[in-house]
């Protein structure tokens, strides 16, 4: 057995805020929608009003952090062994095969990830946050001063915006259900919690895998 | 491995802590001062109650015996010298204003000349209707509106709760008034000068504006919190400021266009609330939509009124009905009324400006609409205004297509009055020719309405419409509401199944997945199993 440590201090306690607040967001959100009642329209959209700019705050948090430390690299998409994963999870994780890819400090996430992450923090979120502050400041000023977003129908923006909390909601379940796709069903999880994954023996980093690694930054 | 166990453990408690303290982040940044500094300044600066300058029992012009109203308004002129010009260029001197409406240009309009939806207009009725004139003597359209004289200063004026305007006396104070008392109490206007005419347009209290009912005088805070005696005890002229008595305000049942109004901004500014998205709001959404919650809070006021109803006689005299609650359910010389208390307002788009049904004109649609309030959610200017909309039906000429226009009141039978004779024919005729109109002969009855702004009886702020009356998937407030999308109540239903769809899929291919997972786990572990129980169990040979 093998420890490597793959989840840093602020990976995970960025990992688990975030989570909580899109969470919480989504509760709120889709309570402001229409969708069912928890705490009342008033108190739902005021918490989720707050809750975003604390998401916000907290994604401009982590964006200097993927830059200062370079770890924005482990979201550079390939194509190498994409397939294999693919298939791997249709067929090859049914009988009881290997992954394709090994996780390593170096890189940490495999090529089917690197793409659903990638397009999850260049696509989906800012789609999401984007009509979301066109929300929150649609008619923010009355006649004394100008209006800056009138023109936009109201209708669009919250098209956009409920658009990104639908498929935050599908990438959230599906996010979930992967994390026991791992060494043993918790085994992820584990990892995300104390940022150390188990790794056997004959699973060590392999030279080639780590060539990869490196060839990838 | 205990180590192993203490770690884990630290490591959850610190996810644990996250979570938690990124919850109890967002419930702490929610949270709002309570305490507002521009309402309390409000409240401050009008709780002084200014003293007046002059107490008029004391001056020697009005220590006289007077016989005449006229000979009063002599008095108060012989010290404010000018101020009868002031009076007399307003529409209360007037009864009309030149205005520019859409679609007729600049027009003269009031009471001389719209319609309404209750005793239906002036014209012919002047007698009676000129008891909330503040002149005397108009009997007829011929009223002489240049002599001073005859300006009535007491009825605005009265501090000594004494005057009372004779029933259709032409606008004469009632015969029993002591004039002298009256002279000598005159102050600033009180709510019960405002009201005495104000809360008793269309024949009783509150029954046309439904907001301004005679019980406002002496209320809790409950019912306005500005004029509540418990709170504020506003004057209506506090808001209403009439600088040389040109009176701030005006009301859209008579009013066409957007000046001189009186708006709640003009004490508590376009940004009252402490709360960023409530001030917001009011871009579009007036401030009383959300803080009057209903209006007719203390006596009941018309919701209805049908005069094709009129004119039922019990052994040939007219007669009375009345409602559960004492009102007037059906009155032969008015026709049949609906009443209603404690009233949720109508909610509609509003400009500011306004078009009205004045005499003469051709009937466009039906409902006749007595009055146009112009607005729609594609107009900038537009804000959503709570409305008391008042539905019935009036005589109409049937050749000439336009509402017909009854003599109704009269001194004595035979003088073809409706309210003396009940002969509507006599009644239009009569009406029709003091009106200089053609009238053919031909009468029918068609549904009228007319929509009356909602601006009194403001609920103290505990009581406003909270926020799930508006933004709610059904009945709410703004149902009726229509061509804009309003977060709560409106979604993009397609969106919305596929939302639906997408997430039982997701789940049924999620645990279709895990199904497969753990079934062929369960296989090959049979499988392994099985061999090895074979390399166990090898016969012997």
Redesign the interface.
């Known amino acids: 057995m093998q420890k490597v440590y793959i989840y840093k201090g602020f990976e995970r306690l960025w990992h688990w805020s975030q989570a909580s607040l899109i969470i919480f967001l989504a509760l709120t959100g889709f309570e402001v929608h229409g969708a069912y009642t928890i705490f009342g329209f008033e108190k739902a959209a005021e918490f989720h009003r707050t809750a975003s700019w604390l998401l916000i705050g907290l994604i401009i948090l982590a964006i200097f952090w993927h830059i200062t430390t370079g770890e924005w690299r482990q979201y550079i998409p390939t194509t190498r062994k994409l397939k294999e994963q693919v298939i791997y999870y249709m067929s090859g994780i049914f009988k009881g095969e290997h992954h394709p890819t090994e996780k390593s400090e170096l890189s940490k996430l495999n090529p089917l990830q690197r793409i659903v992450y990638l397009s999850f923090k260049l696509l989906l979120v800012p789609m999401t946050i984007i009509s979301g502050i066109l929300y929150l400041l649609y008619k923010t000023f009355d006649q004394n001063n100008l209006i800056v977003i009138e023109d936009y129908p109201l209708a669009s923006i919250a098209f956009w915006h409920t658009m990104g909390a639908i498929l935050l909601i599908i990438f959230l379940i599906v996010h979930v259900y992967m994390t026991t796709t791992g060494k043993t069903p918790t085994s992820n999880i584990k990892a995300m919690i104390t940022g150390y994954e188990e790794f056997d023996e004959e699973d060590e980093v392999k030279p080639e895998q780590n060539e990869l690694n490196n060839k990838i930054q | 491995m205990c180590d192993t166990i203490h770690?884990?453990l630290r490591?959850?408690s610190?996810?644990i802590v996250?979570?938690i303290?990124?919850?109890f982040?967002?419930?702490i940044?929610?949270h709002q001062d309570s305490f507002n500094l521009k309402l309390e300044e409000l409240k401050h600066k009008y709780a002084l109650k200014a003293v007046p300058s002059v107490n008029h029992s004391k001056l020697p012009a009005l220590q006289e015996n007077f016989k005449t109203p006229q000979e009063v308004t002599e008095a108060c002129l012989s010290c404010h010298t000018e101020t009868h010009k002031e009076v007399m260029s307003s529409s209360h001197w007037n009864w009309e204003r030149a205005s520019y409406i859409e679609g007729r240009g600049v027009a003269s309009s009031g009471k001389k000349n719209v319609m309404n939806n209750f005793c239906l207009g002036t014209n012919s009725n002047q007698k009676s209707c000129a008891k909330c004139h503040i002149g005397y003597g108009m009997t007829s359209s011929h009223f002489d509106f240049n002599n001073a004289r005859n300006v009535d200063c007491m009825v605005c004026h009265d501090n000594s709760d004494e005057y009372l305007k004779g029933a259709s006396m032409a606008g004469y104070p009632d015969r029993n008034v002591n004039l002298g008392n009256v002279a000598r109490s005159v102050g600033s206007p009180r709510k019960s000068n405002c009201g005495s005419c104000h809360s008793f347009g269309g024949g009783g209290n509150n029954v046309k504006h439904g907001d301004l009912d005679v019980a406002l005088n002496s209320c809790s805070r409950e019912v306005d919190v500005h004029m509540g005696a418990n709170g504020m005890n506003l004057e209506c002229v506090a808001c209403h400021t009439a600088k040389n008595h040109n009176i701030l305000g005006k009301l859209y049942s008579v009013s066409s266009d957007n000046s001189n109004r009186a708006t709640c901004e003009q004490c508590h500014t376009?940004?009252p609330h402490l709360s960023d998205?409530l001030?917001?709001h009011?871009?579009?959404v007036s401030c009383q939509t959300c803080h009057i919650p209903k209006y007719a809070k203390v006596n009941s006021t018309k919701m209805s009124w049908k005069w094709s109803d009129a004119g039922k006689l019990k052994d040939g005299k007219p007669y009375e009905e009345e409602d559960s609650m004492g009102n007037h359910k059906y009155m032969s010389i008015k026709g049949s009324f609906i009443w209603k208390r404690n009233v949720k307002p109508d909610y509609i788009w509003f400009n500011g400006t306004a078009d009205h049904y004045l005499l003469g004109d051709s009937i466009k649609s039906i409902p006749v609409q007595m009055n146009i309030l112009n607005g729609s959610y594609h107009d900038?200017?537009s804000k959503i205004i709570p409305v008391k909309i008042h539905v019935g039906d009036q005589i109409y000429d049937k050749v000439y297509n336009r509402l017909a226009q009854p003599k109704l009141y009269g001194e004595a039978a035979g003088d073809s009055a409706f309210w003396q004779d009940f002969k509507w024919d006599e009644a239009v005729a009569a009406g029709m020719k003091e009106s200089g109109l053609a009238y053919s002969g031909q009468y029918g009855f068609v549904e009228t309405v007319m929509y009356w702004p909602v601006n009194h009886m403001v609920s103290p702020k505990e009581q406003s419409v909270?926020?799930?009356e508006c933004?709610?998937?059904t009945n709410g407030r703004l149902a009726k509401l229509s061509g804009?999308?309003l977060?709560?109540?409106?979604?993009?239903k397609t969106?919305d199944s596929?939302?639906y769809w997408?997430?039982i899929l997701?789940?049924l291919?999620?645990f279709g997945?895990?199904t497969?997972?753990v079934l062929?786990?369960i296989y090959?572990n049979k499988y392994e199993k099985q061999i090895i129980s074979y390399d166990e169990d090898k016969p012997e040979e």
């Open positions: 770690t884990m490591n959850l610190f996810v996250v979570i303290s990124s919850l982040m967002v419930n940044f929610h376009s940004t998205v001030n917001r009011g871009s579009r900038r200017l909270g926020c799930a933004h709610t998937r804009f999308y977060p709560g109540r409106d979604s993009n969106q596929f939302g997408m997430l997701t789940l291919a999620v997945h895990a497969i997972r062929s786990k090959r």
